[in-house]
């Protein structure tokens, strides 16, 4: 079919009751652009005011309903073909209407759907199209409202490829050899039995043809049929993380149609004594579980931005994506498979047990077997995703007819795709919710066992009841998640898995390894204070095949879950959500605006991936306070040396490092020298004094210095630079620009304590698409020409429109102004 983007042309606005439109209420439409985000435009409120508000779960934004129309011509040669409205994602309870009638809708926010139009269009003339869809207290972290990903108009002849009907696997492959099946399914509408040629090309990444076929295929009038192709690739490029070797097959059916996928020629295996291997080799994951929405764009979902989270996470040192607790867009699997990034895609959140007041818990029971297929559909051809997670902590896995349920999405997943493997991503504790009672008093629940707080890889085996737990969340995750009450109630709902994915129970890693020795295990989601002890977990057991941190990408909503806390008199103990105006969790190893935090940087280093130390400052102003953040909470520190308002005060210095020891200098002077090896840590701390100047962190291995890494304090007049990501961009494909706004003394150092507000003016064929910080708590909205840098840094994105020279004038009190030119093309 011929595919051509639906996104311009379109027109959006808060829905109205019709009956308040006749008593004269009138909200006008506004032209917009898709992928649109129509909830990140709204006025963020604290709760209780007139507007119903999204709560913490949702960085406080307003619920709502909102309303999207295009006016679109159909020729008259379109009459007879078949037509397809395809939208990508829109969020949520869509309703779409052509010319009036009622054509089709998709509860789900997350999957790809599409509208057969043909028979409400009105052929040489004008047709309208509206789309309706709302958000409102239906999820538990920001999801961005309205047609958020691409749309597509499809058209094809009455014979033709079935959209999605293309699938290539490559069952069979050795040095000299690839084994490629390519099954095309092929659709007649016409009344006439239909006999058609079909033409196979397989093509490398240069372009060169390495294998075709052809065939025949006779087609039934309304009865599909595919056609099955073994082509052979000889002396293949695999496909890995570390050498992403992509393919293309085009399928032609002569005269009538044609059709290319890309895809990539990999093997993967799976045994609890070698773990994942990917063409032979065990792979361990270093995994980042993200949300969808792109930070200072909201949910909207550009193919750039898409491509650009990617590859920062693995700049940082993660070969893996769990896509966290929805399908991932098409783009971001495209930039997967381009850039070698492997993917766990996730199907839901909620099954039938909600978690929030009006999510897919309502819909699910009648929708979730369209879901599943529309998710397989969309991945089954990239070589990037190996796993298919059908769920995220759900309660219903602790029982019996949740561990049915479980069974019934996993065996729907396979029978779609038998490539791939299934986990589902079970918190033990949620899972024996309703039965924590039964723990109190508990000690040891299995024969020669540890109690509740087994093997965490600290050596603990004492007893503990549920009674004498630490306060600690985590502890408290762990041990409910290693009782003999989840080993009972999750054994049927991890069986039906090929890997049992767990959620903050690595106190279950060496247990099962006895408990269940044919259980392979992926640590689908975990707290980033605990990498290295989890690492050293994965790294020991093979049936242990990958860590997943929440969160490797910052993300907007759940707020402040990650942010630091001291206790006070007034605030005894941690609170889970943060009041208005936070905005984000907090816990993102990258904050929204892609800049690396010390998490990371530990991270690499835990990973075996950095040998240099690496330096982080705590914030002067706590210290000596009692700290009390949650499990996902890192530190309070930044890696600045720049704090004017605190010469002469006592600070505290951490320093990570691969490394027998680390020393310290402030301007040259030596604090001595700390162990910072895996059984320290990885870490250690040092107590001074702040004085401007230079604070230079080495590392050495058997009396060798290995490594260094200095901070040096910002100094002199501030001034404000730009650093487009790119020179050109093009108008296609949805790129966007990137441009990072910074405040610096003039040797370029970063000052991190002299925030004031940027202002933005763009010219030429572009437009400011989005403009913020990685400030936690601000009232300033996203699309607006100004915004206040946070740490010294601001973010701006940019939109072509057209080709030509996008100049973007940036100024800020007490700096010169600065220009950065980015060509379209």
């Known amino acids: 079919m011929i595919r051509t983007s639906f996104n311009d042309g379109w027109q959006a606005r808060p829905k109205v009751n019709p009956f308040a439109e006749l008593s004269g209420t009138k909200v006008p439409f506004r032209p917009v652009t898709l992928p649109h985000d129509a909830m990140i435009e709204r006025e963020r409120a604290a709760p209780g005011g007139e507007v119903t508000m999204e709560g913490g779960a949702g960085a406080y934004f307003p619920g709502g309903v909102y309303e999207y129309r295009k006016t679109f011509a159909v020729p008259e040669e379109y009459r007879g073909k078949q037509i397809l409205v395809e939208f990508e994602g829109v969020y949520r309870d869509a309703t779409v209407f052509i010319n009036g009638d009622y054509a089709g809708q998709r509860p789900f926010g997350y999957s790809h759907f599409r509208i057969d139009a043909d028979r409400f ?40 490829i079935a959209p999605d009907g293309l699938r290539v696997t490559t069952p069979d492959i050795d040095e000299r050899r690839a084994v490629v099946e390519v099954a095309t399914r092929v659709e007649n509408d016409s009344i006439a039995i239909r006999t058609v040629d079909v033409v196979t090309e397989i093509r490398d990444a ?23 192709q073994r082509l052979y690739v000889r002396s293949p490029l695999l496909w890995s993380p570390d050498a992403p070797a992509l393919y ?52 909207a979902t550009f193919a750039r931005a898409e491509e650009r989270r990617v590859q920062l996470l693995k700049d940082a040192g993660f070969n893996a994506i769990r896509m966290s607790h929805n399908p991932m867009s098409k783009p971001m699997l495209d930039a997967c498979d381009r850039l070698g990034m492997l993917v766990v895609d996730e199907a839901f959140d909620v099954w039938t047990s909600g978690k929030s007041e009006f999510d897919y818990s309502l819909s699910f029971p009648e929708w979730w077997e369209r879901d599943i297929e529309a998710m397989v559909a969309k991945d089954v051809n990239h070589p990037s995703v190996i796993m298919y997670s059908i769920g995220n902590e759900i309660p219903e896995t602790g029982s019996a007819a949740g561990s049915a349920w479980g069974r019934r999405l996993a065996e729907k997943v396979r029978s779609l795709d038998s490539t791939r493997y299934v986990t589902n991503a079970v918190n033990g504790m949620l899972a024996v919710m309703s039965e924590l009672g039964k723990l109190r008093g508990q000690s040891q629940q299995q024969t020669g066992q540890a109690g509740p707080a087994a093997d965490s890889g600290k050596g603990e085996s004492e007893d503990k009841g549920i009674n004498t737990l630490m306060a600690d969340a985590g502890d408290m995750m762990n041990a409910i998640s290693a009782s003999g009450l989840v080993t009972e109630k999750t054994a049927e709902s991890f069986a039906v898995l090929d890997v049992a994915g767990m959620n903050y129970a690595e106190a279950r890693y060496t247990l099962d390894k006895d408990l269940f020795p044919n259980r392979i295990i992926l640590g689908t989601e975990t707290f980033p204070t605990r990498i290295d002890g989890n690492w050293r977990l994965v790294k020991q057991h093979g049936h242990v095949i990958g860590d997943f941190t929440w969160t490797g990408w910052d993300y907007l909503g759940e707020v402040g879950i990650g942010r630091p806390q001291y206790l006070t008199p007034d605030a005894p103990r941690p609170a889970h959500t943060a009041p208005y105006p936070y905005l984000v969790a907090g816990c993102g190893d990258l904050d929204i605006t892609g800049h690396r935090r010390p998490a990371s940087y530990y991270r690499e280093i835990v990973f075996g991936l950095r040998t240099q130390p690496y330096i982080a400052v705590r914030r002067p102003e706590h210290h000596g306070k009692t700290w009390a953040g949650t499990p996902w909470a890192w530190s309070d520190s930044i890696a600045s040396w720049t704090w004017p308002d605190s010469e002469g005060k006592p600070v505290a210095v951490e320093v990570y490092g691969d490394a027998d020891e680390v020393e310290l200098l402030v301007n040259g002077r030596s604090l001595g020298r700390h162990p910072v090896a895996e ?56 790129d966007l620009a990137y441009v990072t706004l910074t405040l610096t003394d003039p040797d370029g150092t970063l000052h991190t304590a002299a925030d004031r507000p940027v202002r933005l003016e763009v010219t030429g064929p572009g437009v400011l698409l989005g403009f913020g910080s990685a400030a936690p708590a601000s009232e300033e909205r996203f699309d607006a020409p100004e915004r206040r840098t946070y740490e010294g840094r601001a973010l701006a994105v940019l939109r072509p429109t057209g080709p030509g020279k996008i100049h973007l004038t940036a100024s800020a009190p007490g700096c010169e102004a600065v220009d950065v030119i980015v060509t379209v093309e």
């Open 679 to 734: 059984d320290h840590r990885f870490r250690t701390e040092f107590d001074t004094t702040y004085e401007p100047g230079e604070l230079l962190a080495i590392a050495y291995r058997d009396g060798t210095e290995t490594g260094r890494h200095t901070l040096r304090s910002a100094t002199g007049p501030v001034e404000l630079r730009t650093t487009a990501d790119r020179a050109a961009i093009t108008t296609k494909g949805g």
């Open 248 to 299: 293309a097959a085009t399928v032609t059916l002569k005269d009538l149609d044609a059709e290319t996928v890309t895809f990539g020629i990999r093997s993967l295996q799976l045994d609890p004594e070698h773990g994942l291997r990917i063409n032979g080799e065990t792979v361990k994951l270093r995994g980042a579980c993200i949300h969808h929405d792109n930070g200072v764009l909201g949910a």
């Open 121 to 160: 269009l009105r052929f040489g003339e004008d047709n309208e199209i509206r789309v309706e869809a709302r958000a409102h207290r239906d999820s538990r972290w920001y999801t961005g409202a309205g047609i958020y990903r691409d749309t597509w108009l499809l058209v094809g002849e009455v014979v033709r």
């Open 206 to 228: 240069g372009g060169n043809t390495v294998a075709t076929d052809a065939s025949k295929i006779t087609v039934l009038p309304g009865e599909p049929a595919t056609v099955r």
